[in-house]
């Protein structure tokens, strides 16, 4: 008899997640945020829906500040005919020209959350597929794998719904909508694992190169394009780097490394002695409850 | 943690792991968050930068001094924080050499008895933690009985706190004694009982010098070599619920699903349930190429060899041990609302992939989850565990929860609020709907109806007090009569007098007095008639359960529609006067609410048309569907 592994357990729980979501949402997309866990999500929902084309359209909120390589994986992914990509730019941020180095929180609040909620809300989506995990960090570790919003998109951590059992209750009222977290019993070794065994192009950034680099209150920040601005005595050194997580280049801390594959990687990660969300400026701000208050704002 | 020197060789290590879920059950008291704090610890699933803010933390929160308290780390949301409780359902992950664990952590008072039901649905393993100076507590034998209930199979008692007695054998012993009187009584199988000290690590990981004369496998040790319930499902007959069906073009039909229990093979014979049509299965598809066999447990899409009906809902089984469907069951239910269950309303019922509407007797009993006493129940409240019996508007295909916990286990969901408000094992079905087949009647409603001339219909008037739906419903039945249909109307007051004057006003009342008026209603269309009703039927939860009983289009529901103020001002029978003067209670729209349809076949504004106006719309209507 076939004996099943954790990998292939973990895979058949997100596919049943996902096939739930289509079967019994009116509208869903699943956000791509073009970092490893958004490749293994979608990945997974390729698998779940083989051979029928993917069900839902992606949604890349994007904050415009974004690593050049991710916009190259993002653009190559859309180019599948069989994948529609939304992009999705706040139009008051863009405006306004928020960005990471005049606006602190703002630039997150309003690229991100902001432009989330206002394009579930143009699309009128009611169920978002995201990249989440629960061993990411604590206010993560008890939320559901079908998590509600209100009609202001926000998450009430008192009222959640029980899930027993893979039996998912979908079922909401108008304008109401749920963010669905297929990866949600994932762990970072997971993905990588799964990374390797599915051979998931990953952007290249995972990887360690020479890339030019500043250290900035205590992170080592890429300068990845002409945006970059440099404080008073610092200046640009080339450093073999890599990302542990992605987002906005000048708020993604790299790490030092030497990892050019996906197995240097898991080594160096097992004798690592921090956490992924560590080079993440964004978890810091507002103190050790920041993410959940975050979540309850609307952040994904 | 080390890096292994060989990675390759580690990582194909890595990819043979097994996964075990497993739950905690006990308080903070009890040393929880501590013993899993350390676990975490241990296993290295605690990084530098986490231990640094689990030092700070613990400086400012922290119970344990100067030390590093442990449960710091498990305890997640900020409420929580401050009030020093754990109220949800939280979960870890860590791994061994030769497992993977996921670990549900569930807080421990009896308020939280809705979480640990939650928690130990998915686990292989429950972990019950007894503090060793308190031995074994009233919530000790509640933890041993939910986990049951919920079909654990193995229980590991973990007695902590070890460190605080000095490590004493007789303590240990004395708590094992007792648990095992409990254990014989409630019927449970396994156990295994581990004296641990979670602030020192004493039998988490490893053994314990200070308590060398047990010689038993430390906690981790043991979680590593206990069976997984998954191997049993494997063994099983096939079972597989349709989730979707995959269809991307006229050539390609797939059905997909997560196989429930047994496996399957291109070629095996299976029958579709509730249809019971037989086919054989044709390909197992995945994006990785066909296969040759799966297994319980892994999500697979599959084709037909034949042109079967096959939708969401449906059960693929093996052809020769098919599964039983019924439309009445007893069941233990758990209820996790605060709103409590109200016999006789209909609530959607999930199992497996199917939805359909179900309504809850009285329970038979409920159960005291401290003595196990059944105590004599009408309702259940919040955590309130009971059996009763359940009638579904249609067959499900079912199976005992202990056999198969996908067909046997469901929800209950409110139809307004959509809250998950009940949980559910299935024991067995009914005699009565599993051996007595509905009568087969030579004369069928279409006979009764061909010889009326007329497709019956049941005109469903709904509205405030005095908002016309008596007046109007009379005008209509008589031009209905005139135009020689078969009519019938039944209204509030006749149907009081009569049939339903055992019943009062309060809302379990009110819905039975609905469930009553529908199936005299559909047992009129069943004899070819148009029956018009007028009752304020006030919400929307029954008046959709009086729609699920009849066939499709044969509910009009008729919103007439006044406004509060509009139907006060007439207050022709001087009711909405007493309700406002406090002397009639429960009265809609004063002081009980009135739920309007949101999509009413036929909305009549009394504001801008006449009775007569009103009826003559209504008979077009009518006329527009015969």
Known sequence: ?300 | MNAPADIHAWLVDQEHKELLRFITCGSVDDGKSTLIGRLLYETKQIFDDQLAALEADSKRHGTQGQKIDYALLVDGLSAEREQGITIDVAYRFFASEKRKFIVADTPGHEQYTRNMVTGASTADVAVLLVDARKGVLTQTRRHSYLAKLMGIRHLVVAVTKMDLVDYDQAAFEAVIADYRQFADKIEIGEWTAIPVSGLNGDNVVRGSDAMSWYSGPALLEHLDVVPLNTSADAEKSFRMPVQWVNRPNQNFRGFSGQIASGSISPGAEVRILPSGRVSRIDRIVTADGDLYEAVAGQSVTVTLADEVDCSRGDVIVDAHSPPQSADQFEATIVWMSEDELLPGRGYWMKVGTQVVTATVQAPKYEVNVNTLEHLAAQTLGLNGIGVAEIATDRDIVFENYDENKTLGGFILIDKLSNATVACGMIHFALRRSLNIHRQHLDVGRETHSQLKGQRPAVLWFTGLSGAGKSTIANIVEKKLVARGRHTFLLDGDNVRHGLNRDLGFTEADRIENIRRVGEVARLMTDAGLIVLTAFISPFRAEREMVRNMLPEGEFIEVFVDTPLEEAERRDEKGLYAKARAGELQNFTGIDSPYEAPEAPEIRIDTTQLTAEQAADAIVQELDKRR
């Open chain 1, 1 to 300: 008899m076939l004996q099943l592994t954790h990998l292939d357990r973990l895979e058949a729980e997100s596919i049943l997640i996902l096939r739930e979501t289509v079967a019994e949402a009116d509208k869903p997309v699943m956000l791509y945020s073009i970092g490893k866990d958004s490749a293994v999500m979608l990945h997974l929902a390729k698998k779940a829906f083989y051979p029928a084309p993917l069900p839902f359209p992606l949604l890349h909120v994007d904050t415009t500040w974004k690593f050049r390589d991710m916009y190259a994986l993002r653009d190559k992914v859309a180019a599948d005919p069989s994948i529609q990509l939304i992009v999705y730019k706040n139009p008051e941020a863009e405006t306004r020209g928020i960005n990471p180095f005049d606006h602190g929180p703002l630039h997150t609040d309003m690229w991100k959350t902001e432009g989330l909620k206002q394009a579930l809300d143009k699309y009128a989506f009611d169920a978002a597929f995201g990249g989440a995990r629960r061993d990411e960090e604590k206010s993560r570790a008890k939320e559901r794998i079908f998590s509600f919003r209100d009609r202001n998109h926000r998450w009430d951590p008192k009222r959640q719904r029980p899930e027993l059992w893979s039996l998912y209750n979908v079922r909401k009222n108008r304008g109401e909508s749920i963010r669905v977290f297929p990866l949600s019993n994932w762990t970072e070794l997971d993905i990588w694992q799964y990374i390797l065994r599915e051979k998931i192009e990953i952007v290249p950034l995972y990887f360690a190169a020479d890339r030019p680099t500043v250290e900035r209150d205590g992170l080592v920040l890429m300068v990845d394009d002409e945006r970059m601005r440099l404080n008073d005595g610092e200046a640009v050194v080339s450093r073999k780097i890599r990302f542990r997580t992605l987002g906005c280049y000048p708020l993604s801390g790299a790490i030092d490394s030497d990892a050019v594959t996906v197995e240097d990687i898991v080594a160096e990660m097992l004798a690592s002695t921090t956490s992924e969300r560590q080079g993440r400026a964004i978890d810091r701000d507002g103190g050790a409850a920041s993410m959940e208050k975050k979540k309850q704002e609307g952040y994904f």
